[in-house]
């Protein structure tokens, strides 16, 4: 049912916490492959990559190539989840997925449909929740801003948006996507690791 693509350059810590949130749904058969997009990591990230048995393509002779190189591998399914390292899904989150996938598949609601998976914090206290729910709002209001935050689409939507396109960075690759597409929020949430660990 999905297929996750992983985006990654010296993320080896942030990757095993990520590859760990997605063991469940691999469990429950809703995932059906894992693919390393690597952009040239100099670091464990393909050890980590082989270790849990992902699929990893060295695109570090063409970074900006990683994410419609990653795309075309994930053949196992036709709905891709785009998540970067140190992004970790909470506790059912494959439930809300496969969800989703049935309810546009069964609608029909067009190709550019897309479901992303909101942030919260983990911090304690009055101005931590302040400041995450503006940061959803920002989200919701400018939806390219939300290209950090795991999202499900179609696989044709995305080869759709990515070919020919002339944006250069991972980042300008995903806020394209988001500009073209119609957004679905999910109930579920992510919650990012310390990049710094």
């Known amino acids: 049912m999905i297929s996750a693509l992983i985006l990654s350059k010296n993320s080896e810590h942030q990757l095993v916490h990520t590859l760990s949130a997605l063991v469940p749904a691999s469990a ?10 690597d952009e ?5 990230t393909e050890v980590v990559a082989d270790a849990s048995g992902a699929h990893f393509i060295d695109a570090s002779a063409d970074p900006a190539s990683a994410l419609a190189e990653g795309a075309k591998k994930c053949a196992r399914s036709d709905w891709v989840l785009l998540i970067r390292p140190g992004a970790i899904l909470q506790t059912g ?21 897309i479901a992303v998976f909101p942030s919260r914090t983990e911090e ?18 400018l939806k390219s801003s939300a290209h950090d935050l795991p999202m499900l689409l179609h696989k044709e939507h995305l080869h759709k948006v990515l070919k020919g396109s002339s944006a ?11 500009r073209a597409s119609r957004v679905h929020w999910l109930n579920g949430t992510v919650v990012f690791q310390n990049s710094t660990r």
């Open 124 to 141: 304690f206290g009055t101005a931590a929740q302040i400041r995450q729910k503006l940061i959803n709002a920002k989200h919701r209001a």
């Open 28 to 37: 429950e058969g809703i995932l059906k492959e894992v693919v390393i997009a």
């Open 168 to 178: 250069t960075t991972r980042q300008q690759q995903i806020q394209k996507i988001l």
């Open 93 to 113: 989150w494959q439930t809300e997925a496969a969800a989703f996938i049935e309810r546009a598949e069964c609608v029909r609601t067009g190709d550019n449909l």
């Open 40 to 44: 040239g990591s100099t670091d464990g």
